[in-house]
């Protein structure tokens, strides 16, 4: 299983991005997928996530009404919409994936692929 995240960048706060994760390997369908971040010297943190059973979604408080997760099983691929970018938003975003079922998908330890992380950086 190999993720692939894409879609960082440098943007001013108020602005948007979206990044995406490109999923290859064992079937995409059997993974809950989740997007985390870690800025320098923080602990990794939750964003969001996405199940593979009914496309339920899960979001952190901090980007909750300003942040849209999708996935596409057609193509493989997973997106992450980001509105309202604020400067706390700066961090390292990693896609990984997920065989528990939906169990703890706020916890980064049970995810079992992780991609190359992508930077975003928002200035003010």
């Known amino acids: 299983v190999q993720l692939q995240a894409s879609g960082g960048g440098r943007v001013q706060a108020g602005d948007s991005l979206r990044l995406s994760c490109a999923y290859s390997g064992r079937t995409f369908n059997r993974y809950d997928i989740g997007w985390f971040r870690q800025d320098s010297g923080t602990d990794r943190q939750f964003v969001a996530a996405?199940?593979?059973?009914?496309?339920?979604?899960i979001y952190a408080e901090s980007v909750r009404d300003r942040f849209i997760m999708s996935r596409d099983n057609a193509s493989n691929m997973v997106y992450l919409q980001m509105n309202s970018l604020k400067l706390e938003d700066t961090a390292v975003y990693y896609c990984?994936?997920?065989?528990?079922?939906?169990?703890?998908?706020?916890?980064?330890?049970?995810?079992?692929?992780w991609g190359q992380g992508t930077q975003v950086t928002v200035s003010s």
């Open positions: 996405v199940s593979v059973i009914g496309g339920r979604t």
């Open positions: 990984a994936a997920d065989n528990a079922k939906w169990r703890t998908p706020t916890n980064w330890k049970t995810y079992n692929y």
